[in-house]
């Protein structure tokens, strides 16, 4: 079976001595853990102290974005050589609202993923589509071309630490979530996309994690799901006991 992985997106929330403190209520909250990955990927200020925080233990700091180059004339940009040096070891890649809100598009995913397999970043690339989308019966479409331009010009040799998020962008902090049915059926889409690019060894290996208002209410049920490998969680993380919640339920082994 592929090892879960439950990854935090804090997005602009927690100062540094927030995210520290938070870090150090979670560490006994998931002591017993001993079969999920949990990663904490908080804003940019907070990468420096978390990491130190974090380290030796069993949680994994990532970043929230980064830029492909390792240096130059971008202000506001943090490089990969940036996070690694701080000890960061995952990055989201291409999250909706990155998308939405600051022009990213797959090309520069793809650019982002071949910049972070090259510096040892285990990359979580985000997918998913708009509701508009769905209503037009238009998520496989979606979903094939944005796993395939990702993954355009890149070794399949060099894939094996990829991870991919499905996040349905209609249920990103609406309360809505996709069924695990649903879920399931976009995993399997992304799977075989993943399974046409680099082949089968590849794209049973990589793991899928659902992104989607995940809550201590749905992990469970989701976890059943043979295609859905973790969660990719937003708001329900802001919340040690919330957060430590699903990891549990993840950390379940699905009957």
């Given at each position: 079976?592929?090892n879960r992985?439950?990854?935090?997106?804090?997005?602009?929330?927690?100062?540094?001595?927030?995210?520290?403190?938070?870090?150090?209520?979670?560490?006994?909250?998931?002591?017993?853990?001993?079969?999920?990955?949990?990663?904490?990927?908080?804003?940019?200020?907070?990468?420096?102290?978390?990491?130190?925080?974090?380290?030796?233990?069993?949680?994994?700091?990532?970043?929230?974005?980064?830029?492909?180059?390792?240096?130059?004339?971008?202000?506001?940009?943090?490089?990969?050589?940036?996070?690694?040096?701080?000890?960061?070891?995952?990055?989201?890649?291409?999250?909706?609202?990155?998308?939405?809100?600051?022009?990213?598009?797959?090309?520069?995913?793809?650019?982002?993923?071949?910049?972070?397999?090259?510096?040892?970043?285990?990359?979580?690339?985000?997918?998913?589509?708009?509701?508009?989308?769905?209503?037009?019966?238009?998520?496989?479409?979606?979903?094939?071309?944005?796993?395939?331009?990702?993954?355009?010009?890149?070794?399949?040799?060099?894939?094996?630490?990829?991870?991919?998020?499905?996040?349905?962008?209609?249920?990103?902090?609406?309360?809505?979530?996709?069924?695990?049915?649903?879920?399931?059926?976009?995993?399997?889409?992304?799977?075989?996309?993943i399974r046409?690019?680099?082949?089968?060894?590849?794209?049973?290996?990589?793991?899928?994690?659902?992104?989607?208002?995940?809550?201590?209410?749905?992990?469970?049920?989701?976890?059943?799901m043979e295609?859905?490998?973790?969660?990719?969680?937003?708001?329900?993380?802001?919340?040690?006991?919330?957060?430590?919640?699903?990891?549990?339920?993840?950390?379940?082994?699905?009957?």
């Open positions: 079976m592929r992985l439950i990854a935090a997106n804090w997005k602009m929330h927690k100062t540094p001595a927030e995210s520290t403190a938070f870090l150090a209520s979670l560490f006994p909250l998931v002591q017993n853990n001993t079969s999920a990955e949990i990663v904490i990927c908080p804003a940019m200020t907070s990468l420096a102290p978390l990491a130190d925080a974090a380290r030796g233990s069993s949680i994994a700091v990532g970043a929230q974005t980064m830029h492909w180059l390792d240096s130059g004339a971008y202000t506001g940009e943090t490089s990969p050589t940036m996070l690694t040096a701080m000890g960061v070891t995952h990055v989201l890649i291409g999250h909706s609202e990155r998308r939405q809100y600051f022009n990213e598009t797959d090309t520069t995913v793809n650019l982002k993923l071949k910049s972070a397999l090259q510096h040892g970043l285990v990359p979580i690339v985000c997918v998913g589509e708009h509701i508009n989308e769905r209503n037009r019966d238009l998520t496989e479409d979606v979903l094939r071309l944005q796993i395939s331009v990702a993954l355009e010009g890149i070794d399949c040799e060099k894939l094996g630490p990829l991870v991919v998020a499905y996040e349905p962008v209609w249920a990103i902090g609406t309360g809505h979530t996709a069924t695990p049915e649903t879920a399931e059926d976009a995993h399997k889409i992304i799977r075989a996309e046409r690019h680099a082949g089968e060894e590849i794209a049973a290996g990589t793991r899928i994690l659902y992104g989607g208002s995940v809550r201590p209410e749905n992990a469970g049920s989701l976890n059943g295609d859905v490998d973790g969660a990719l969680v937003g708001g329900a993380s802001l919340e040690s006991d919330s957060f430590a919640q699903i990891v549990a339920l993840f950390a379940e082994q699905p009957a």
